[in-house]
């Protein structure tokens, strides 16, 4: 899924572990209760992603590494 275009879409309760979404246009999709645990999100793009906090991203995500978070700021 690497690049994938995801923009607005309901990943509500999706099975997302380990998934390669790096470069993912994940902007205003709904991630609420989603499985991201060991997802590799390295810039991904998540502005207004909903459902999910910071810190669940940072307790599950492989890596955010210049990541786009839902607020806006991006990530180291």
């Known amino acids: 899924m690497n ?5 607005n879409v309901d990943l509500s309760h999706a099975i997302l572990r380990r998934a390669d ?3 993912a246009n ?11 645990i060991e997802a590799d ?3 991904t793009h998540m502005l207004g992603a909903t459902g999910v906090t910071r ?4 307790q ?3 890596s955010l590494e210049g990541a786009v978070m ?3 700021s991006k990530h180291p």
């Open 41 to 43: 999100l390295r810039r």
């Open 26 to 36: 994940m902007g205003w999709a709904d991630l609420s209760r989603a499985n991201l």
């Open 60 to 62: 599950q995500a492989y």
């Open 21 to 23: 979404l790096r470069g």
């Open 55 to 58: 810190q669940e991203l940072e």
């Open 3 to 7: 690049r994938a275009y995801l923009s």
């Open 70 to 72: 839902p607020d806006g």
